[in-house]
């Protein structure tokens, strides 16, 4: 059974950084397409963003491209989301998922998923 784990949320104010981790039990983590996805309240879950399981291809959401970045390392079986400058609009559950397809900003893309870290951004 695989397993994803989040951490690196966490509470601070607008402008500051944050680093998220995925951890996965994957044996084929390399093999799979990795994606982050973020949920509030009032909002359906929706894309942050995506990297390819070969050749480095990213994709990003119009509200965090330039802000966030998303890379991996295949020799720890874990992916990143680096968040720069941050706002009170970026507050919610952060998701990891991975899939066997494409690259996609679908949530049905993705097959395993983990339980969420909670990012809050104060003013």
């Known amino acids: 059974q695989v397993h994803l784990i989040e951490s690196g949320g966490g509470a601070v104010q607008t402008g500051a950084s944050l680093r998220l981790a995925c951890a996965t039990s994957?044996?084929?983590?390399?093999?799979?397409?990795m994606g982050w996805f973020r949920q509030d309240p009032e909002k359906g879950r929706e894309f942050v963003a995506a990297r390819a399981s070969t050749g480095g291809t990213t994709y990003y959401a119009d509200s965090v491209k330039g802000r966030f970045t998303i890379s991996r390392d295949n020799a720890k079986n874990t992916v990143y989301l680096q968040m720069n400058r941050l706002k009170p609009e970026d507050t919610a559950v952060y998701y990891c998922?991975?899939?066997?397809?494409?690259?996609?900003?679908?949530?049905?893309?993705?097959?395993?998923w983990g339980q969420g870290t909670q990012v809050t951004v104060s003013s």
């Open positions: 998922a991975a899939g066997r397809g494409i690259m996609a900003t679908e949530t049905s893309a993705y097959d395993v």
């Open positions: 994957v044996y084929s983590f390399r093999t799979y397409t």
